[in-house]
């Protein structure tokens, strides 16, 4: 794309006029007749007149000469980023078939008498199946597992699920057929009522899915229990995410689902005996998918080639999204109404006047056909094939979107733009993030240099960051580092540590947020080994997160709403103690650095309405949840760990 042009001076004819008449009294204070009958006024018009002359050929050369050395080193304007989100479907019923959600799937927020709806499509096919329970396993911990099926298949047995009393990380397992990532299940037991000691509200009962990328278990959303914790017959509803993966579990495959005994809340009591679950079923309520900020056009005719080599077409919405399979240009053949597809291609250097090549450019929606140079000895050479006079042109399918407009908040995506049969309701559960606006002319100016004296490889620890953080916009921070020791992973390697951008700044920072996607690791490979040495070897991983809670108590100035105060200082150290927007320089928790009690201080007394602070207490929260208060004024960071921000009290006097 041609990048604007600005104007090094833009002052015009009347500009210059009136910024003359305003220093006449400076310099002849006896000059007072400024009418334009005036000789001398007459004068100054006539050199503004000649100025603007000068000033108009001067802002041709500067800046349009530095922007047209960008273009020849292959700088061009970054197209906008569209916001992406999960989004949830929900079926009136149960089926009794796979139901099937195609992708480009669009959904959109409400349109209003302001504001036009914002429409999200699918990225890929979602098939909402049944799910088949084939394994039913209880463990006491996590190595030694026992077959429950025949216990269900006889209920006579009343063989309980759990030891006797029940203790932490006693588990409960099931197993279904084949992957059910990213379903929404509905389990119905019937049990006995016979767990008891504990708030049937609020059991110390946790249910997780086990996440293939982090290789652990993770909580799953659990939208509704009615069985009181497994003391009476009812319904689980919970949501299993799309980062769940089948494994062998005691040498049986299965997309598994637990349900783990935790422990109790601080003043409510366990389990005094353990429940018994006497039959169990699970059906598909819905599903999720992945929805990016786009809308789909299909087959727009762009015109008829007029023979010429370097011809373009203009498609009519832009920007244009990265471009996917089947989303091409297609030309007229000679059977009438009959396309054959062309190839998109960074650029003609490698096309023969016989390839059908064209390029797109995504920020301007201009479609280019390969142009004809003349050669030294006086011939011309056509890069890429150029289609009859006359032939229609067409592209086939094509999406727009991006921009910060499509970062919408959570529970919006309610309206369903296409009908899907047994569909109920649509949603998404968070907020979309990741939507940026095009880049600007004054970025890219500022890119320039650095695109000379970077590499397009990736040789140094700056190049891998750099390109990796270039190849996958939802990423927030990028670290590299060299492993020396054969415990650092591969001795030899590159581990890279990714962190992905969060839509979370003002609350505790949610596990799944943090958690690295499968997407994101393989859009990252993908991008990096086209750019690395061939004897590289990569370990791409997230980093650990160290959990903080602060409990601070502060005391405002007189006068002042104290629940505007608390809610000032809790956002303060959400802000301040997160992976990606916190730490000293606001970029981001820097890797290795302590957390010093100072650095409370120093945060909570800048708000204008706290006089000043009581106590200061930091709270370290282990990965099981277990809290460990910090007796030290320091917080050190174990190698390759971030802080994250855990609940925080804040108490206003």
């Known amino acids: 794309m041609s990048m604007p042009v600005p104007s090094l001076d833009d002052r015009k004819f009347q500009d210059i006029v009136d910024e003359c008449k305003r220093m006449i009294p400076h310099f002849t204070p006896e000059w007072t007749d400024h009418n334009v009958s005036d000789p001398g006024v007459a004068l100054i018009?006539?050199?503004?007149?000649?100025?603007?002359?000068?000033?108009?050929?001067?802002n041709q050369v500067p800046r349009r000469n530095y922007i047209k050395f960008l273009e020849l080193i292959g700088v061009s304007l970054?197209?906008?980023?569209?916001?992406?989100?999960?989004?949830?479907?929900?079926?009136?019923?149960?089926?009794?078939?796979?139901?099937?959600?195609?992708?480009?799937?669009?959904?959109?927020t409400v349109r209003t008498t302001t504001e036009e709806?914002?429409?999200?499509?699918?990225?890929?096919?979602?098939?909402?199946?049944?799910?088949?329970i084939t394994q039913v396993l209880v463990a006491r911990d996590e190595f030694s597992y026992r077959d429950y099926m025949p216990a269900l298949r006889n209920p006579t047995l009343r063989v309980p699920i759990f030891e006797e009393p029940p203790k932490p990380d006693n588990s409960f397992y099931i197993g279904f057929a084949g992957d059910l990532a990213a379903h929404t299940l509905l389990l119905q037991l019937e049990c006995a009522i016979e767990g008891i000691g504990v708030d049937p509200k609020n059991p110390p009962l946790a249910w997780e899915y086990y996440d293939g990328s982090l290789r652990t278990w993770r909580p799953a959303m659990l939208e509704s229990d009615s069985t009181g914790g497994l003391n009476r017959s009812g319904q689980v509803i919970v949501h299993i995410p799309t980062a769940s993966r089948p494994r062998e579990l005691d040498h049986r495959r299965a997309t598994w689902i637990r349900c783990r005994i935790t422990e109790p809340f601080p003043g409510r009591r366990g389990y005094s005996s353990s429940p018994r679950v006497q039959s169990l079923s699970a059906q598909s309520m819905g599903g999720s998918v992945m929805a990016a900020h786009s809308e789909v056009i299909r087959f727009e005719s762009l015109g008829r080639s007029d023979g010429t080599p370097g011809q373009t077409f203009a498609l009519s919405s832009h920007p244009v999204l990265p471009r996917r399979q089947g989303e091409v240009l297609e030309v007229e053949t000679d059977t009438i109404g009959a396309f054959?597809?062309?190839?998109?291609?960074?650029?003609?250097?490698?096309?023969?006047?016989?390839?059908?090549?064209?390029?797109?450019?995504?920020?301007?929606?201009?479609i280019r056909l390969g142009p004809a140079i003349r050669l030294p000895n006086g011939l011309e050479q056509q890069y890429g094939a150029i289609p009859a006079r006359g032939r229609s042109v067409r592209f086939s399918?094509?999406?727009?979107?991006?921009?910060?407009?499509?970062?919408?908040?959570?529970?919006?995506?309610?309206?369903?733009?296409?009908s899907i049969p047994y569909m109920r309701w649509v949603t998404n559960p968070m907020p979309a993030v990741g939507g940026t606006e095009a880049e600007t002319i004054e970025a890219a100016m500022l890119r320039g240099p650095n695109v000379l004296r970077s590499s397009p490889r990736a040789v140094t620890a700056e190049d891998f960051e750099r390109l990796a953080m270039e190849g996958c916009p939802d990423l927030a921070r990028v670290r590299c580092q060299y492993a020396k020791e054969q415990d650092d992973g591969i001795a030899g390697s590159v581990r890279l540590w990714l962190v992905p951008k969060m839509s979370t700044t003002d609350g505790p920072a949610p596990p799944e947020q943090l958690a690295l996607s499968d997407r994101i690791r393989t859009t990252v490979q993908d991008y990096l080994d086209a750019r690395r040495m061939i004897t590289v070897r990569m370990v791409l991983g997230s980093p650990a997160y160290f959990g903080i809670?602060?409990?601070?108590?502060?005391f405002a100035r007189p006068r002042?709403?104290?629940?505007?105060?608390?809610?000032?200082?809790?956002?303060?150290?959400?802000?301040?103690?997160?992976?990606?927007?916190?730490?000293?320089?606001?970029?981001?928790?820097?890797?290795?650095?302590?957390l010093y009690l100072s650095d409370i201080y120093g945060q909570l007394q800048r708000l204008p309405n706290?006089?000043?602070?009581?106590?200061?207490?930091?709270?370290?929260?282990?990965?099981?949840?277990?809290?460990r208060p910090i007796t030290d004024d320091v917080v050190a960071l174990p190698a390759n760990t971030l802080f994250r921000s855990a609940k925080h009290t804040v108490t206003v006097k």
């Open 45 to 58: 018009e006539l050199f503004a007149w000649m100025t603007d002359l000068l000033l108009y050929r001067v």
């Open 117 to 132: 709806s914002i429409v999200f499509a699918t990225e890929q096919h979602l098939e909402i199946r049944i799910p088949t």
């Open 610 to 627: 706290i006089e000043h602070l009581g106590f200061v207490h930091l709270i370290a929260i282990e990965t099981n949840g277990d809290e």
């Open 549 to 554: 809670s602060v409990r601070v108590e502060v």
């Open 397 to 418: 399918r094509y999406r727009v979107g991006g921009g910060t407009i499509g970062n919408v908040g959570q529970q919006t995506l309610t309206q369903l733009k296409a």
């Open 78 to 108: 970054e197209a906008p980023h569209p916001a992406r989100t999960e989004v949830q479907f929900r079926l009136i019923a149960p089926q009794h078939a796979t139901v099937v959600v195609p992708t480009g799937t669009e959904v959109a």
């Open 340 to 366: 054959e597809a062309w190839q998109e291609v960074e650029d003609f250097s490698n096309s023969s006047g016989n390839d059908r090549h064209f390029t797109c450019d995504s920020v301007s929606g201009q």
């Open 560 to 594: 002042v709403d104290k629940t505007a105060v608390q809610a000032d200082a809790e956002k303060t150290l959400y802000r301040f103690i997160h992976p990606t927007v916190g730490g000293p320089d606001d970029r981001g928790w820097p890797f290795d650095r302590p």
